[in-house]
């Protein structure tokens, strides 16, 4: 470190896990942070005196770690919550869900819907998100407001959708804002989500493909979450849902799909080949009663997986850290072995492997010089992280998102002690709760 040189944070104290792969923790570790960026990695023993700064995050007795990347939600469904549970996903979906966003969804209660997300996802430790949803101008507003990273995708449907009413414009609404985002700011990347292979047409998918491919931003789907769907589209195309999405070239490294529950070998090995990416959502396939999906295969296959939680009427938390404990254990009891999706895999999942699955592993989801300042810091002194023999492991099995201590993104502090820097969290309470009060659950 040049003696003279300045620093805007530094984060010292604490166990240091850097997400890079073959680094063991770091104890008493040293993060000193330039701007938006990590100048370097060390410890205090090795960095001597503390140099200048302008702020410095205390991480004594705490775990330092790259911030989480929540790799696929609808960040406006917070207003959602415990709406509609315990239900069979078809009528969830069209029963209850589908209905509550005819009625409810406009640009206001999705701008409250997703700054009330992303203050839970900050508080619990996310700094990066992967959103789809219908009126995805409010995400990016309220996203940019909260200071988080994200890629935010318009949502594409073949039947009419709130904000869409005419699904002949499905894909022009996705464009355009595809368009207006593009060059907004470099903690956003707008992109375009695909409901799934039934609820879009094959042209659909192949124009949306298109404009994936022209604008070099990623595509999601949901691809394969239940039995059911599965069935259908081999009734409907003679073809298992990953061989017909191939049969439209829709199947490209840029794409992102989500669940991924019904998978034979041959697909599996077929979204290998495409390097297809894998946003794993344990939580909600399990309430949902969706399934277990086969992460261990896919991961053996060298397929890129990250962890999700999936929108919040599904969940019905954006804890990612409990969904990291969630995907150990279901990866452990559908093999029955205990050995596989071990601690370290599922950490990486939620990190390197969630900045993977976007495109920004240059950027983000390991702690090491010239990466941004994605990080978060996690308190290990209350009774369940004690004692703290492997902080890997304690960070996936016993830690909780109420344990995030402190929070940065982008070199900006945005959680601080437990409290927002910026962030009015009661303001946003109140509008969300004004909005809940129109919303009679059936
Ligand atoms: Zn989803």
């Known amino acids: 470190?040049?003696?003279?040189?300045?620093?805007?944070?530094?984060?010292?104290?604490?166990?240091?896990l850097t997400m890079v792969e073959g680094q063991d923790p770091i104890n008493d570790a040293r993060v000193l942070i330039s701007g938006d960026t990590i100048k370097e990695v060390t410890t205090r023993h090795e960095g001597g005196p503390l140099p200048e700064t302008r702020e410095r995050i205390s991480a004594e007795d705490s775990i330092i770690l790259p911030g989480l990347i929540n790799s696929h939600g609808h960040s406006p469904m917070t207003i959602f919550r415990g709406l509609a549970d315990d239900l069979p996903l078809n009528q969830w979906l069209f029963d209850r869900i589908f209905p509550a966003e005819a009625k409810h969804l406009n640009t206001d209660t999705v701008y409250w819907g997703s700054l009330f997300a992303c203050a839970e996802m900050i508080a619990s430790g996310i700094t990066t998100s992967v959103d789809g949803y219908f009126f995805a101008d409010e995400i990016v507003r309220a996203v940019d407001r909260a200071g988080m990273r994200a890629l935010i995708a318009q949502g594409v449907i073949d039947?009419?959708?709130?904000?869409?009413?005419?699904?002949?414009?499905?894909?022009?609404?996705?464009?355009?804002?595809?368009?207006?985002?593009?060059?907004?700011?470099d903690l956003i990347t707008p992109g375009l989500f695909c409901h799934n292979p039934l609820t879009c047409s094959e042209e659909t998918l192949?124009?949306?493909?298109?404009?994936s491919d022209r604008f070099s931003v990623?595509?999601?789907?949901?691809?394969?979450?239940?039995?059911?769907?599965?069935?259908?589209?081999?009734?409907?195309?003679?073809?298992?849902?990953?061989?017909?999405?191939?049969?439209?070239?829709?199947?490209?490294?840029?794409?992102?799909?989500?669940?991924?529950?019904?998978?034979?070998?041959?697909?599996?090995?077929?979204?290998?080949?495409?390097?297809?990416?894998?946003?794993?959502?344990?939580?909600?396939?399990?309430k949902l009663g969706s399934g277990i999906a086969p992460i261990d295969a896919m991961l053996k296959k060298g397929i890129v997986v990250g962890l999700g939680t999936d929108g919040c009427a599904s969940n019905n938390n954006l804890d990612l850290l409990g969904e990291m404990d969630a995907a150990a254990k279901l990866g452990k009891v559908v093999t029955l072995d205990p050995t596989v999706l071990d601690a370290r895999t599922v950490l990486t999942m939620a990190t390197y492997g969630g900045a993977k699955l976007i495109g920004i592993e240059d950027k983000v989801g390991t702690i090491e010089a010239g990466k941004k300042a994605d990080i978060m810091v996690v308190d290990a002194t209350s009774p369940h992280m004690v004692p703290l023999y492997h902080p890997l492991s304690q960070i996936v099995y016993s830690a909780t998102g109420g344990d995030v201590s402190d929070v940065i993104i982008n070199g900006r502090i945005v959680l601080r002690n437990r409290e927002f820097t910026d962030l009015d969290v009661d303001e946003i309470i109140r509008e969300v709760t004004g909005i809940a009060r129109k919303i009679q659950p059936v």
């Open 1 to 16: 470190v040049g003696g003279k040189e300045k620093f805007d944070v530094i984060v010292e104290g604490g166990t240091l």
């Open 159 to 185: 039947f009419p959708a709130p904000g869409v009413p005419n699904p002949k414009e499905n894909l022009d609404v996705a464009l355009n804002f595809i368009e207006t985002w593009k060059d907004f700011s």
């Open 218 to 286: 990623p595509a999601q789907i949901h691809l394969s979450e239940t039995r059911e769907e599965v069935t259908d589209i081999e009734k409907k195309t003679g073809l298992l849902p990953a061989f017909f999405l191939d049969s439209l070239g829709f199947l490209t490294s840029r794409l992102i799909a989500a669940h991924a529950v019904h998978l034979n070998d041959e697909e599996i090995g077929l979204l290998a080949e495409r390097h297809v990416k894998i946003a794993h959502c344990p939580e909600s396939n399990m």
């Open 206 to 211: 192949r124009k949306a493909r298109d404009i």
